[in-house]
């Protein structure tokens, strides 16, 4: 671990930050967490849009913030946003070859019960939550 990182704020401490409606704490999470969405889009989309669906990500995951639960580990929490909406992206360009099923996103998305992902027909987030213009 570097020494900037042994200096900075955990992840708890922002999201409890922008739970407590610090708008700028969340930036804190964008630069932490930039590269790591950055490189589950880019394996998934054009280089031209990987800025603009890691924007659309990070939007999912402050909207979704307050259904995070803090015994999950941040950054894996947010990669699974991240594939989640990268899985939505390919089934709405059609790059998919069928639409996959709830069942079978976690297989394709090499998820472990440790993400604590839904069992087929759950949705991760409540609908009005978890829609965006990227998937």
């Not at 610090?22 to 998934?44: G, Q, T, W």
């Not at 603009?52 to 259904?67: G, H, M, R, T």
């Not at 950054?75 to 639409?99: D, F, H, N, R, Y």
Request: aromatic share 8%.
């Amino acid at each position: 671990m570097n020494e900037k990182r042994l200096n900075e704020p955990s992840d708890a401490a922002i999201i409890a930050r922008v739970l407590n409606e610090d708008m700028n704490a969340f930036e804190i999470i964008v630069r932490r967490y930039d590269r790591l969405v950055s490189d589950i889009v880019s394996k998934h989309t054009a280089r031209a849009q990987v800025a603009d669906v890691a924007q659309e990500i990070f939007i999912q995951a402050y909207k979704s913030l307050p259904y995070y639960r803090l015994n999950m580990s941040f950054p894996k929490w947010l990669a699974k946003i991240a594939a989640m909406s990268c899985v939505k992206l390919m089934e709405a360009a059609g790059t998919a070859e069928q639409p996959i099923a709830p069942a079978n996103r976690a297989v394709l998305l090499g998820a472990r019960n440790t993400l604590n992902l839904p069992v087929a027909g759950e949705e991760i987030y409540p609908s009005s939550v978890y829609h965006s213009s990227a998937c």
